[in-house]
C-alpha cells in the first residue's frame, strides 16, 4: 500500500499541477503542501476531500488517497451506517486491511453478491 505522501505526489501530477499551483487553489501556502508530500505532517479528511476537488481526481485516486491518509473511502460510511455487523467488523480490523476489504466488496458487487 502506497503511502499518504505517495498517492498525493502521484495525484498532484496526474493533474498536471504543481504543488505551488495546488496551493494558490486550495488558498494556502505551498510550504503546507510540501509537509503533505514529504510526510511531515497528514490533513483531516475535509482538507483531503479539498484537495481531490482541486486536483480533479478520479474515484479511484480519491479512494486511494484517502485510505493513505487513513480514512475510510468515499461511500464506505453509508454502508457502515446500514450494516451494524459490518460496523462491529471494520473497528476491529487494522487499517493495512481496508484495502483487501474493499476489493472483496468491489468482487461481490461485481458477482451480485450485494
Known sequence: MATF??????CVGQAGMTPKSLAEKLGIHVTQ???WGNGTTTPRRGTV???LG???SDES???RL???GGFLPRGVEERLLENPTLVRFVRR?????????LAELEK????GQT
Open 5 to 10: 505522501e505517495e498517492e498525493l505526489r502521484f
Open 33 to 35: 503542501v510540501h509537509k
Open 49 to 51: 476531500e479539498r484537495l
Open 54 to 56: 482541486a486536483m480533479g
Open 61 to 63: 485516486a480519491c479512494d
Open 66 to 68: 484517502l485510505v493513505a
Open 93 to 101: 480490523v487494522p487499517l493495512g486491511w481496508v484495502p483487501r476489504l
Open 108 to 111: 461481490r458487487e461485481d458477482d
